[in-house]
């Protein structure tokens, strides 16, 4: 389907692609069933319509307490955390021009542990320390990738390799945390790092909410530029590009947003990986494709985390395992196509 331009009586005029509109929509409807499902399921089922009767007012008050109180702050979590791995790794790969140029492979995620698991070890804090010492983590990892690639600007081949040189550094460092912690410390550092969405409230989505609302019209201002970068340096200065502009401004916005993500749940791995990819798949559209990559790590993280819940009888998991699991087999069949397409 080709790109439509539509013009407004008042002047302003924007290009819309029916394909990638039409992925958005279902994405995000899918999004919305599972996170219905999601509030109806646990100890106390209570049915999809009387879910949605819920939400708009007309519940029993044991309903509106489980409701509101327990389960929608949880799948709230879930759906900012989701889009915000995913918009941060559409962001990282459209700058690096690499699929692979992840935040967590990068070691964005692995910064932010560092600095919950310094937290956790040597001072002892509570959750809401853990999480202000992921985000001071990832950003100051965020800050001195930044630093170490830039000579005359960040080329993307180079963030990469010294994004990974950092990623090994800081796994390190936390291995070494980790061996320094007592039993206590080590137990909850170990489950902060397995990445889960139990025991979310609204605590944690008020602060989610306020960045993604800042952050996300801000890359959302930056996607022209941003599809400009992934054609090479040269042709997007040729074409009136602001590149270092750009690629400042959104290096930063990816950065906070994966920092903040992974305050709020731990370390939850490759939904930015795999959320970006799996959007341009669908749309069949070059470039970082924002809206359908963040709906996309939005119904991911949810599809993962009800796998987590109910799949496994009353052994639940945390919503992490379940992604790393099917980031592994997304890796297999994506190896598996790109070798019988003869590019590997």
């Known amino acids: 389907m080709p790109v439509k331009a539509i013009r407004t009586p008042g002047g302003l005029s924007f290009r819309v692609d029916p394909r990638a509109a039409v992925v958005v929509l279902l994405l995000a409807a899918a999004t919305a069933a599972t996170g219905v499902v999601l ?25 509106e307490f489980i409701v509101q109180d327990l389960r929608l702050p949880r799948v709230l979590v879930g ?11 559409a962001i990282f790969q459209s700058i690096t021009r690499n699929p692979l140029g992840s935040p967590d492979v990068i070691g964005f995620g692995q910064g ?3 600095g919950a698991l310094s937290v956790i ?48 550094m800081l796994t390190a460092a936390n291995q070494y945390l980790l061996t320094k912690a007592s039993l206590v410390d080590a137990i909850q550092a170990t489950l902060w790092m397995t990445g889960s969405l139990d025991g979310r409230d609204w605590a944690q989505v008020w602060p989610l909410l306020g960045v993604c609302a800042v ?32 690629r400042v401004v959104l290096l930063s916005a990816g950065v906070l947003l994966v920092s903040v993500a992974t305050a709020a749940a731990g370390p939850i ?15 069949r559209s070059p470039g970082p494709n924002l809206a359908t990559a963040a709906v ?19 052994r639940q998991l945390p919503v992490g395992v379940v992604t790393g699991v099917l980031g592994g087999c997304y890796l297999l069949w994506l190896l598996v ?3 019988k397409a003869g590019r590997i």
């Open 215 to 246: 952050l996300v019209p801000l890359v959302s201002g930056y996607g022209r530029p941003l599809r400009m970068l992934e054609m090479g340096d040269d042709a997007a200065y040729a074409l009136g590009a602001p590149v270092e502009r750009t």
């Open 79 to 89: 759906v900012l955390v989701g889009a915000s791995l995913a918009l941060s790794g």
């Open 112 to 114: 932010a542990t560092v």
């Open 121 to 168: 070890v040597l001072f002892h804090g509570g959750a809401v320390a853990v999480a202000g010492g992921a985000l001071v983590g990832g950003v100051a990892t965020g800050v001195g990738v930044h630093v170490l690639a830039w000579k005359r600007g960040v080329h993307g081949y180079r963030l990469v390799l010294v994004g990974i040189g950092i990623a090994a």
């Open 296 to 314: 996309m790590g939005a119904a991911l993280l949810l599809v993962a985390d009800w796998i987590a819940t109910n799949a496994f009888g009353e």
């Open 269 to 283: 791995t490759f939904v930015a990986l795999s959320a970006p990819q799996l959007a341009r798949r669908l749309t």
């Open 39 to 63: 509030v109806g399921s646990g100890d106390f089922p209570i049915s999809p319509g009387e879910v949605i009767a819920t939400l708009l007012g007309n519940g029993t008050p044991a309903q």
């Open 337 to 339: 196509t790109e070798r």
